[in-house]
């Protein structure tokens, strides 16, 4: 239940009364507005209590409430210290798929930030369909990925594993990410929602857009709402001509429900690179608010996933449309 | 198996040679291609033959040969008396989702030229998932919408469901359309491979990319290759927002495969009219050479599927950022 | 609409009275009950009229009104010359993929009687994905096919392609069969509506359980209920090691849902021979009332679909205990 | 790479050479097999020191390699305290979704007990899709359902979350369950690896049968290989009358790919009690070796999954149906 009020004090107010009963919580406010989760009615007399203050209450909003348009009807706005994210704002989150060295690190950094790109991506932690392929380089990976964002000026991202290892990626980087395979992961989730740093979340390979939404309030209800969602690809029955297919509506009826920015992972989705950038159009012509996007400058001796990735100089040409794009729509 | 000739020529006579000798058939003569349905390898002795006038032997062809870029490298460009459709072309096909009435489909075709669009759509057969459905007006529809387009000098699409009423469809229409329902009815492809009118062929629900090729070859085996593929939404397993999944993917992923004209029916994929404009726009950035739309002036008592109908207004001001974003692609 | 009235005379007076009433139509009667197909509400005037007779009235039964356990509670059975279809029977239709010569299905046919098959299955037009595969042996196929059923004392079972060709098959057949590609081809059914011979309606590969139901329902509107809905194996993300994936819940759910007799066809849910056994047994176990299966004594070089032939002996073996599990659940 | 030796005393020799040698690592050995794992070539001089102790030589093995029948041809089967799971074996593990309390474990599991039940379930820790739906009861929840287990002389399984719970549930539990939506937390799956407990590893919601194998193999390769694969139903695109798609082929198809004990929960597959009947009856014909069933003495009271809960007294009953197919098949 989300109830409008008169004000943001009046919010706070109610909120305060409620949360103290049981079992009224947990109480959000944005604003002038306070979320009841779970509530589907409230006594008369606690009604009668806070009636006077109210404009207007909404029961049909999303089970995600803190999450929902309903409950935060504006866009999210993230500010890192490079980059903003949401709202009108385009971002490029770009780099290698896995940290291969300092100086490979740093010279694909170099090339992403002269397209355009304000976030430096990369995998020190990979997840991996086999056991018996290559892992990561692990802390070492996160050292050097640390080291070229610094010296580039670019934020890093790059992706969380195991509630063991949050507070050691905590250490380096600016923003987490949790892979399409965790997005269930619930206890790394929980873990997230205790950090105030960005969330880049990815859509589970066969996760609904309700999954999606409730998985990102594993982390809201932990107090961090600076969550990005990504749509990244779903396992349809054919892949024999790209990895995944890119689910584009995704995009705006994401963007419908919720007020998180939305963003989308070509690279993934299409597994070959010479479909990398029609996908990558077309999210930005469907609304997508962000890229993130692989690139290598060998392909064929990348560590991971080679084929999907963008030379720098495709990846320089592949922006540029998108900008214009970006201004279009 | 194709074969590269040295010239036009030689080609032509290879394929009168070849066809003469059973089992080879049937044979395809594309300018100095010839194409060997098939085909596995050929007899030493027919080799031998005719090796002074081969320039190459393709063997890793699309099993749909005819429809394949190694047969016929080129876009094909597919004209009409009021389009051309294919290459760097952008069409338009618009119109109500089925004809109610000849002044109605009138109105509807003048506000979708003024917007740009030279091919009305209608539907007469509608083919619907209940018996106790709307089932069209038939020969009524299509005479009101023959009428509509002459008056208005654009060309006319109209979907076929049966074998039956081939012959009568073809005195009306420009083109033939095969919904998403019958792309795999056999009998009606190779009804429609016998006529030399251009055919929008619909993806089916779940139809591969390799599903369709093959489709498409049923109606090229008869020796009709005016065909449009259109991409309209696959199903996967979320659905609650929006009516299909539109495959943007397959929309490169088929320009590469194919040289025919590739399409899209946002309309359908989206199945609400708030979501037709982005995937519409993702389409054309992805490389789409047309759209098909669906529109009424007064949606909510649209005989069929008003949800997903843009009204008038709305569709001029899509074609006006469709055609920025086509420029730019 | 459904209404429960207190006789069967009084349903066929309400029925006849209300057919007369545009738009109340069309009218089924069972039994007492009374079907409006589409109807949501009654004029008052008309409910007064005939209230006296009315037990009760179903407004939430499935959209295939005659299709459904609220129009028809008990099970229908199909009487065949030599086979009886539904309730508590289990019916083996067994044969080759397709009618490859009169001695081949006569013998085909002999070892699969022996096994207990009363229908002889076999496809004399064969839908092929691609034009260029063997399309059947047309009508030498179906007059081979009725020699081998006749002398061996079975039915015959066979799938028709073409609206066109109805007449020819229904000249031959004693049961039409559906394939999985014209589910939803809507003239192909409403012709078969109009015999009144049984039609094996194969479920479409993406179908939902509600599209095939309404599918049956274009047969039974036009006046043909005997029907028999086979499962088959759906689409999904996952076709590696089988085929299609047998979607068994499908069984139960439609036997809750509708009255006709409900079988398996685990030849092409398999697609191999090794996995068509345990895919045969759990259909049964989950209430199939029927299998149909495909065998081959020479697989390999079998015209069509060799790969999930089973051998004669193999259908044997599995035939008995099929029947062993039939008498358990 | 897997290599066949003469003898289990060749094939521990061959190993401890092996191992020795980078990049050849990890080796594994069972009885008189090699598993190289990664491994596609070997030097030449490493092959002619080892050559003489040769049989065979396999490469077209499953990647997981230790999980494959190649590597381990004969059934794996476990034993626990109460338990033979795997071979000609048929395990029933039954109990309530969630431990509510000590009494409820207690009663719930005396049912399944008298039932044939030898391993009692029951959740602690739950992920549930939204952070607002009752997470479990934690650590009084392992408490309650060992006391349980022990009064009863069953063995425990619970479901574990969270890498940072491992030592706590390993200190209550004799087998651990990985859920669906953590199938691909490697680190969870490496931390399990660690332990020689039994691990129960659910399908995830939409893994192909070579993900799931490979996900085991995370487990294995840690060392552990008493794992148990378990079908829970797969997203397809129909989820109106059961929650899951069953994918019965599944099971015969894992037990010839791999030796590990194949077992099928029929509770969240069909979501609703009144199939999960016809599907664990379908999921033992087909040749499932073991079914986890949720039941429940008040479903519509149950704190999780009411809905899909069978009462104790229709448990027995479909145990003693299934008891009886399990003997035919």
Redesign the interface.
Known sequence: MILITKSNNAAQKIANKLDDKNPIK?VFVHDNRVAL??VKSLDENILNEISQDIVEIITNHH???VSSRAFHPEDTIIKTKHAIIGGNNFVFMAGPDSIESSAHVLEMGRSVKAAGATILRGGAFK???????FQGNGEVGLKAHRAAADVLEMDMVTEI?????VDLVDSYTDIFQVGT??M????LL?ALGQKRKPVVLKRG??A????LL?AA??IA?GGNTQIILMERG?????????RN?????A???LK??THYPVIADASH??GVA??VA??A???????AQGLMTEIHDDPEHAFVDGAQALTPSAFAKLAD?IK??HD??
Chains 1, 2, 3, 4 share one sequence.
């Not at 997840?127 to 392929?133: E, G, K, N, V, W």
């Not at 159009?281 to 609304?287: I, M, Q």
């Open positions: 947990p989760a779970g089970q995600a409430i997840p991996r369909t086999s056991p018996y392929s594993l195991d509630t063991k290892n395979r965790n269930q992961n619930f206890a929980k390979m066969s609904t857009i309700d999954d409730n309030e594993y209800a779903i396992r349809t029955y054919d892949n024999k001509y790209t297919t890119i689910d584009i509506s995009i705006p009826v419908s429900l989705a299409a010479k479909f029609p996908l159009l077309a999210a930005t012509a469907a609304g449309k214009k794009i279009i729509v």
